[in-house]
């Protein structure tokens, strides 16, 4: 079933994409269908907006990705950048440019995926722009959130001593895609061959179904604690941490032995024959939270399940370094994603 | 002088783009750099935001539009939508998707068109994205603003009597479009020969550097004056109507005499062998505002410079229609810019 995007045109799309959404939030006062969304916050309350452009063939592709899982990670990626703020998510807008490759049938998959993420986070769809595009997919996806006034956490409040944590583990949504353009090259022209992905679900999950981590924002106020900085890992742990000590004019030591790796993406580097380390410092797309804290709430944090100590923040002098396993300094270096410089 | 993006990468071109960058408004709190902006607005204001998203071949053509005129052009649509909602712009997101076409100096004059449009209303550049393209140029602007909770104008309040006006003139920039397009396929392939606008200023500024309306926005404060309905016009006045009378459950009678049309406007349409009223109804891109107002507000609003009475809402059963000159009835039928269903 594929229907054409020009029999329903820009309104008769975007009322088929937005029927029946509902705003569940007190924030959101009046969503799509007029010039602007109508929000409205307490003043006690910061508002956050973040945004991210996503490019099909930059950003994703379509030959493995499903537009589903695609709208659910376009979604999940701003509601990351909120949560990094220690802010929670409320709104967004969704602007899509649509070659006309896609069908009405395509766009409700889209639409679907980023619903069920909107649903699972609690977030409202309050506007957007639908419109063409010559070629392939854009995803424009802007994300409003909210904080306590005194509760936001910058990524310039790193202070000497500070500990540095992070979330779950790191390195697999970056083997996940690597799984999936190995299969991609072998498969090329094969239709009928199923790659087997058993065994490595969880990478695939990483890659294809990120989430936002919603939980540590929520167990670190729960536990009375506000990080001195925060940011989440898109582009890999090392550009991120670089950042913050840049920002903080501070310095860190990180130490390999301490970095989060799950079990799959170890064996996955081993097949690739990649080094484990370099993959979790720079693999990127994590969506983990990095953040410091002072040395203070060390206790507080290290009972809590799913926050890893990775090191601590320096004076700027001594600069960024990991410490291997055999006690040698590396210096720190953004090998991340940078999709400017990385352009083929 | 040209030099390539990847020379900088992603964070050295943000570095560039938004160097200098100062906060002008009391609600912006913290801009570029973290993982979201930081806005904060009193309890009393609702907030405001909207989103357009452009891409290259479908809603500019670089070929004759300057690089600062489309910066310029794509921060003022977003600002006459928040007008359009009876508030005031203040700040903007600015996501870019760029391919290894556009230099650094590109982006240069890009920028200085959007941070043009941000110092002359007023508006901050508080974040964004940019990335890499792998065909054309794609903008994202996200604009954020302000408007007071019993004031914010939606497109659904029109009222049976009430009186249908509308501010500046329509058509001259759907005019100067077609010059454009005239131009570039006369001089296609020779390359030294030199347009000649002389006498058509006016089309071309319409079409390269529009305005948005806040002058208007102020006028009708000034005057104590709130509109019962109100959209901008990006679509053409007859799609613009349509959605006002059928988000408001009403019909409309527009006088064809009462459109206002600048004298160039009509030489040009001559020119071409046009419908003048059809150009004026269904353009589009003109950005002015189309609102009603209680019959009661007749005198105030007459009153007015820059403002037009161009008819009357009336029952729903009436349906849409212009009055021609000659007292003849047409339904208003939505011919303006629909990208979804133009598409080539």
Redesign the interface.
Known sequence: MRTE??T????G?IDRLTKGIKLENESS??GV???????????EK????????L?????FDLTYVPLKHLGYKSAIVNFS??Y??N?TPR?I?V????S?RFSVEDMDELYAGIRLACQQYNVDI???????????L?I?I????E?D?DK?V???GAKETDLICVSGDLGAAYMGLQLLEREKSVLKGEKDVQPDFSGKEYLLERQLKPEARKDIIEKLAAANIIPTS???ISDGLSSELMHICK?SNAGCRVYEEHIPIDYQTAVMAEEFNMNLTTCAMNGGEDYELLFTIPIADHEKVSQMEGIRLIGHITKPELGCALITRDGQEFELKAQGW????E?K
Chains 1, 2 share one sequence.
């Open positions: 995007i020009a329903l045109g820009e309104f799309l006062k009046y269908g007029d010039d602007a969304a109508v929000l409205s916050y307490p003043s910061q508002v956050l907006v973040t945004t991210d452009l490019m099909e063939g930059v950003h950048d909120i990094a703020m802010g709104q807008t602007s899509l440019g649509l006309k309050v506007g957007g722009d639908t419109t063409s595009s010559l070629t392939g854009a424009s802007t994300c409003i959130g904080a006034k936001v910058y990524r310039n925060m940011m989440d920002q940078n999709p400017l410089k352009e």
